[in-house]
C-alpha cells in the first residue's frame, strides 16, 4: 500500500484503504469534492490532503469537520501521475529564475506565519500541469521576500534574464515576492534592451500548500504566456479576478499592487491588460505590445543604473527645506504630486533652487490614474518655469525606477529631461479611455 | 430688446433677433441643443452661449462652427428666469464655506489657464437651482487652490463649520479645490467631534464656465446632502459616474482623489460610497453612517493639531538613515510600506531606535486597498516587535492627518498608539467584502 500522508491525515486515509491515486470524495461544508488523491507533498502539513479535481486543478483541504469516502481503486496510469520532467522535442525552453516570495513559501504551522521553503521543485509536485506546457530548469538567484530587494538585485534579475535568452530560452519566467514586483518588472523593462522573447514575473499572495492559494493559476497561465504568447516585455502575470478562472497579462512598467491581500491585487493603471490567460489559452485584449522575433534572441542587458533617487509624496503642510535637505542627498527626486501634478506654491522657489545645483526633479502624480498636465494651473506652469520634468502618465513608482536607469546613463540634467520624458517601454502615452479607470460603484 | 450677450456671440444673437431667455436651438459637430438662452454670466467670455436643456442642466456652448436658431419668443415668467436669493421658510439653511479650487474659478480665455474668480455668488448665477434646496450666504475663508493649503487652513475651515453648526446651520457646504480636499475632509472628521449635520466638500474638475464642467450636478448633490440627508459626518459630494446622472457622498476618511482629471476622480477606498444622488434625490446604499439629529447643534471643535509629521512612501533601495534624518525633524512618522505594510528588514533596527527615542511610527500600506496585517510575515512581526504601530486598513493620507491630530493632543507614545488604533470617524475597522475592489477587466 503506497500513501505519502502521514500523522492524522495518514491515520484516517488509511483507516480507509485509501492509497495515493485513489479516487475519493470529500464532504466539508456542505462542498462536495471528488478527485484524485495527489501523493502529500514535502511541504505540507498533517491537517491537509490534496485532490486533484476533474477539471484538473488541485485543492487542499483541511480534514478536520470532512467526511472522506474511498469512490475507487482504479488508478490513472503511472505515468501521468507526476509527469517527468523529461525533455520533450515539441515544447518550448522555459527556465524559471527563483528569487523567494510567497510562490516559493509555505506556512509554518506552528506559528501560523509564512517561511520560505527550500527546494523550488517543490512548485512542480503540486504543478505537475507545467511539464506539459515547458521544458524548464531552476535558477535560484536568491530566496527574498520583495519587500527586501534593492536595484542591485534587479542586476541580478536582469543578467540572468539576459544569459538565459541569449542561451536559448523561449521565455523566462521569474518567480517572485508580490510586495515589489512591479517595481523589478518596471526595472526589467528598462534594463533588457530589444527584448525579443516574454519575461514574465510571477507571484502568489497565498502560499501554494494553502486551499486558498493563486499560485497554481498563475505559473500555469504564466507558464502559458513565457511559452506561447507573441509578447515580447517584461510583463506580469497575475489573477485578473478574485476567483481562479482567469489571470491578466500586465505591462510591467503599468502594474501596480493595489490591494493588500487579494488574488487580483495587481492591476494595469491606465490601460488594459495585454490578454487574458486561462488554464488552456491565451487570449490577447489589445494588438498594442511588442512582438516576440522568432530564432536566437539579440536582446541586450543595458543594467546601468544609480539607486540614489528618492520617491516623495506631497502632503499638505511639507515644510520647506524637506526637499532641499532630499535633494543633498540623492541625485534625483520623483515627487508625487496632487492633483494634475502641483506642489503647494512656497515649495516652488525651493524646487527651482534643487534643479538649478543639477539635481533633477520629476513631477507624477499620487492620484495614479490620468496624467500629468502641468499647464492647466498656475501651479503646474510655475512648476514648469522651476525645471520640474513632467512625468507624464508614468506611474511614481515607474518614474522612480525610470530615473534610476536615466542617471545611470548621464548626469547632464537635458539629457536626463529628454530621456525621462521619451517612452522606453511604453511607460508614456497611454490613450486614456474612459474604461481604463476602475470605478465600481456606478 | 433685453440681451445681456456682448461681442462675437452678442453680434450673433442680436442679427438673429434673439433675446435672452428665448428658445433656440445650436447645432454643432452634429449634436442638435435647444432650450432657453440663459443671460450670459459675468464670468462668461463672448464666444459661448448658454442655454437651459430641457432637463434641467444648463450647457456652454462655442459658437465658432455653430448654427444657431431662433425657435420661439415663449419666455417662461420673469420670476423664474432668476430665483431670487431670499429666505425662505420651508427650506433648511446650509451656508456656503468658500475656500477657492477650480469650483470658485474661470478659465482665463487669454492664455487657457484657470483663474480664481473674485466673486463667489456667481456660482449661483450659473445654478439658480440652489435657491429651491437651500437657504444660503457665503463665507469666504480664504481663496487658494487646494495644493496649497496646510493644517492650518484646515483648522480655519474646522472652526468656520463649527461657528456656523452651532449658529443654527442645518448643515454646511464647502466649495473645495481637489487636489487635497481629501486631506481636509479627513482633517474635519477628526477635529468635529460629536457632529450632528453634514459637512460637505464639493468641488469641480472642470470649471463652471466649460460646457462640460462637473460642477452644477456637485453643487446641487451636495447641496441635497447638506439640506436633506441624514448623515451626519465630513463627507465629499462628486461625480459618481462619467457623465452628469448622479454624485456619490463618499465619507472624508474613505475618500481618495484616484484620477488626476476625470469627473469621478474621487473614490471610496473599501467601502461602498455612503449614498448616491441624482438632481432630484438622496438615495443611500448603506445604514452605516453617523445620523443626523434634529435640534440645535451640539458639535464640538476639537482643533489641536501637530502638522510635524511626515508622510514616507517606501521603495526599492530607500537608504539606511533616511528615516532617522525624518525622525530628527518630525514629531511622527507614517510609512507607506508594500504589501501587507512592510519596510525592507534592513530597515528595522532603525526603526527600533526611531520609536525608542519615542518618534511613533505608523504602517500603512501603499496598496490603498486592503489592510495593513503584520502577523502573517516575518517582516511584519519584526515591525511590530520594533514597535511599529499598525495603521489598520487606513489611508496613507488618513493615517498622516490622524498623526497629527493625536499628536496635537498627546506627547506619550502610549497613547498615541492606543488613540491611532481607536476608531474615531470611521477609518478603522471596514468590512472588506469582494465588491469593494474596483478592477474593471474581469
Not at 486515509?13 to 470524495?25: A, H, M, Q
Not at 502539513?45 to 475507487?72: R, T
Not at 502560499?207 to 505559473?219: C, E, G, Y
Not at 543633498?328 to 524646487?351: D, N, Q, S, W
Amino acid at each position: 500500500m503506497t500513501l505519502h500522508y502521514r500523522g492524522r491525515v495518514g491515520n484516517v486515509l488509511s483507516s480507509l484503504g485509501i492509497e495515493d491515486y485513489d479516487r475519493i470524495r470529500v464532504i466539508k461544508d456542505e462542498e462536495v469534492y471528488e478527485g484524485i488523491l495527489i501523493p502529500r507533498p514535502e511541504i505540507l502539513d498533517d491537517e491537509h490532503l490534496i485532490i486533484k479535481l476533474d477539471n484538473g486543478y488541485n485543492i487542499g483541504i483541511n480534514i478536520e469537520g470532512a467526511k472522506i469516502e474511498l469512490i475507487s481503486k482504479e488508478k490513472p496510469s503511472r505515468e501521468k501521475k507526476i509527469p517527468e520532467l523529461k525533455y520533450k522535442e515539441d515544447l518550448p525552453f522555459v527556465p524559471l529564475i527563483v528569487t523567494g516570495g510567497t510562490i516559493t513559501s509555505k506556512v509554518d504551522y506552528s506559528t501560523g506565519a509564512v517561511i520560505t521553503h527550500e527546494k523550488p521543485e517543490e512548485l512542480l509536485d503540486i504543478v505537475p500541469e507545467l511539464a506539459n506546457i515547458i521544458n524548464t530548469k531552476y535558477i535560484t538567484l536568491f530566496s527574498e521576500f520583495s519587500e527586501n530587494l534593492t536595484p542591485s538585485h534587479w542586476k541580478l534579475i536582469a543578467r540572468a534574464v539576459y544569459e538565459q535568452l541569449r542561451g536559448g530560452a523561449d521565455g523566462v519566467l521569474i518567480a517572485h515576492g508580490t510586495d515589489t514586483m512591479h517595481y523589478t518588472a518596471a526595472a526589467l523593462s528598462f534594463m533588457l534592451r530589444n527584448l525579443d522573447k516574454p519575461v514574465v514575473l510571477v507571484g502568489s499572495q497565498r502560499s501554494i500548500d494553502r486551499p486558498s492559494t493563486d499560485a497554481v493559476l498563475n505559473l500555469i497561465a504564466a507558464a502559458r504566456v513565457a511559452a506561447e504568447s507573441p509578447i515580447a516585455e517584461s510583463v506580469i502575470v497575475m489573477h485578473g479576478g478574485p476567483s481562479d478562472e482567469y489571470a491578466h497579462v500586465i505591462r510591467g512598467v503599468r502594474a501596480r499592487k493595489m490591494h493588500t491581500s487579494r488574488r487580483d491585487a495587481f492591476q494595469p493603471i491606465n490601460e488594459p491588460p495585454i490578454a487574458r490567460v486561462t488554464y488552456d489559452d491565451v487570449k490577447l485584449l489589445t494588438e498594442n505590445f511588442r512582438r516576440r522575433k522568432e530564432g536566437p534572441s539579440e536582446v541586450e542587458l543595458d543594467d546601468a543604473l544609480d539607486p540614489n533617487v528618492a520617491l516623495v509624496q506631497i502632503w499638505p503642510g511639507i515644510p520647506n527645506g524637506y526637499l532641499s535637505t532630499l535633494a543633498e542627498r540623492f541625485k534625483g527626486l520623483v515627487l508625487a504630486g496632487t492633483g494634475l501634478g502641483h506642489t503647494p506654491r512656497y515649495l516652488i522657489p525651493e524646487i527651482a533652487e534643487i534643479v538649478r545645483d543639477g539635481v533633477p526633479v520629476v513631477i507624477t502624480s499620487q492620484c495614479l490614474f490620468g496624467r500629468v498636465n502641468l499647464n492647466v494651473y498656475e501651479t503646474g506652469r510655475r512648476l514648469l518655469m522651476a525645471g520640474a520634468i513632467s512625468g507624464e502618465d508614468m506611474l511614481p513608482e515607474v518614474a522612480l525606477v525610470k530615473l534610476m536607469y536615466v542617471l545611470g546613463h548621464t548626469d547632464d540634467l537635458e539629457e536626463v529631461r529628454k530621456m525621462m520624458k521619451e517612452d522606453m517601454a511604453g511607460e508614456i502615452g497611454a490613450h486614456l479611455g474612459l474604461n481604463v479607470f476602475p470605478p465600481c460603484w456606478r
